[in-house]
């Protein structure tokens, strides 16, 4: 899921200060997991305008913010009035769900409330670490299913490097050395013989942004395209 943290307050006000009325989008997905952009911020939220003499002309929480045509059909649905009466729409989830409205809304300033932080893992309710950095060329079937690009401070595809000091990480004694991690977690199962499998450096060049996949034709990526 994408991680996202509620933006500095004051932030928000500069941007949206020439603007008297808003609707609200949350998504009812990572946002609302991430408690930025469900039912209870988006009354917070509302309360908070309206104390600054600020008019909200209705909300709604989008199944799938980053999902476009879906948030069309259901905005469609549910708030088309409210839309038009609103002078600008903030967008409570993460930056894909802004681009969303931006895409639906094009005559609308649109802005966000939150920032997108990281793909992360919820450990615990409201608790969330980054395992994933969406590299493009999953390695982890070499490392006993930890991936070092993420866990690693340096992103060692090889390691471990001559900092690590007994089991914990020379960036910060608080991180568990990822490669650490890795070697007990080969050992565990029987492969520590991935260990002597020196990974090549990636192509990073072959993880060029915007990537895009169609998995309805013939599945292709970014790195299929020209530049
Ligand atoms: S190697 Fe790590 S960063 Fe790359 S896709 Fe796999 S888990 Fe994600
Ligand atoms: S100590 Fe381990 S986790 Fe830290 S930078 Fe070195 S290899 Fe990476």
């Not at 600054?52 to 059909?73: P, W, Y």
């Not at 769900?97 to 802005?111: A, H, I, M, N, R």
Request: hydrophobic share 30%; net charge neutral.
């Amino acid at each position: 899921m994408i991680i996202t943290k509620r933006r500095d307050v004051k932030e928000l006000q500069e941007n949206i200060k020439d603007y008297k009325s808003f609707f609200l989008l949350g998504c009812s997905e990572c946002a609302t997991l991430c408690a930025t952009g469900g039912e209870p911020e988006i009354k917070a939220l509302k309360e908070e305008l309206e104390k600054q003499g600020k008019e909200v002309t209705g909300s709604f929480v989008a199944k799938t913010g980053c999902q476009v045509l879906g948030t069309k059909v259901e905005l469609k649905k549910s708030s088309k009035e409210a839309l038009d009466k609103a002078d600008c729409i903030l967008v409570m989830s993460c930056g894909a769900g802004t681009q969303t409205s931006v895409e639906l809304f094009e005559d609308k300033p649109v802005y966000p409330t939150n920032d997108s932080l990281f793909l992360g893992n919820m450990t615990r309710m409201q608790m969330f670490d980054e395992r994933c950095s969406l590299c493009g060329e999953c390695i982890l079937d070499g490392t006993g299913g930890i991936c070092p690009i993420t866990a690693c401070p340096k992103g060692l595809l090889n390691g471990p490097c001559g900092g690590t000091n007994e089991g914990k990480c020379e960036v910060s004694s608080e991180i568990d050395c990822a490669w650490v991690r890795i070697y007990n977690r080969l050992s565990k199962i029987n492969r520590l013989k991935d260990m002597e499998q020196i990974v090549e450096p990636k192509n990073w060049a072959s993880h060029r942004k915007p990537m895009n996949l169609n998995t309805r034709e013939k599945a292709s990526s970014g790195k299929d395209k020209p530049v």
